[in-house]
């Protein structure tokens, strides 16, 4: 299970170098294959290929015709892009993801328990200040965690 941050950095080649946090989650687990997508351009999402699977598994239990799981599915693909990790623990990031999401220096990279998000550090952190947890925020989690407790 990915968690927490960790700092990083997307080479001029696009590859972004796995922190070692989250290297040795996915050694354990035996994972050279990725799936590298986004659902907004923003970001990236890097999801083990087992965990891609099983996403899709669920997908095609929904149907092709419901709106939102098209419209999923579009931009997953146009984003998308199986890889496979090298020797060094390196990724490459697509191309076009790269430049929608401004991922080309100081990334930070958070563990969202099945897959892994990378953001543009310096974009991230201004998004952060700007969008504190405000009092509803807070009673909204409340409730969430009073439900499953």
Do not use: C
């Not at 890097?46 to 099983?54: F, Q």
Request: aromatic letters at 8%.
């Amino acid at each position: 299970m990915f968690r927490g941050n960790h700092l990083a950095k997307v080479d001029e080649k696009g590859r972004l170098k796995l922190p070692s946090a989250f290297k040795q989650l996915v050694d354990a687990a035996h994972v050279t294959q990725f799936y590298v997508t986004s659902t907004d351009g923003k970001s990236a999402e890097i999801w083990p290929l087992p965990e891609w699977e099983k996403r899709e598994e669920q997908l095609a239990d929904a149907s092709t015709m419901d709106d939102a799981v098209k419209k999923y599915l579009n931009m997953t693909s146009y984003y998308g892009q199986q890889v496979e990790m090298d020797n060094q623990a390196r990724l490459l990031l697509p191309q076009i993801l790269r430049s929608s999401a401004a991922l080309d220096a100081e990334v930070t990279v958070f563990g969202m328990r099945t897959y892994l998000e990378v953001h543009n550090r310096e974009i991230f952190e201004r998004n952060l200040q700007e969008n504190e947890l405000t009092v509803e925020d807070r009673k909204a989690m409340a409730a969430i965690l009073s439900r499953r407790g």
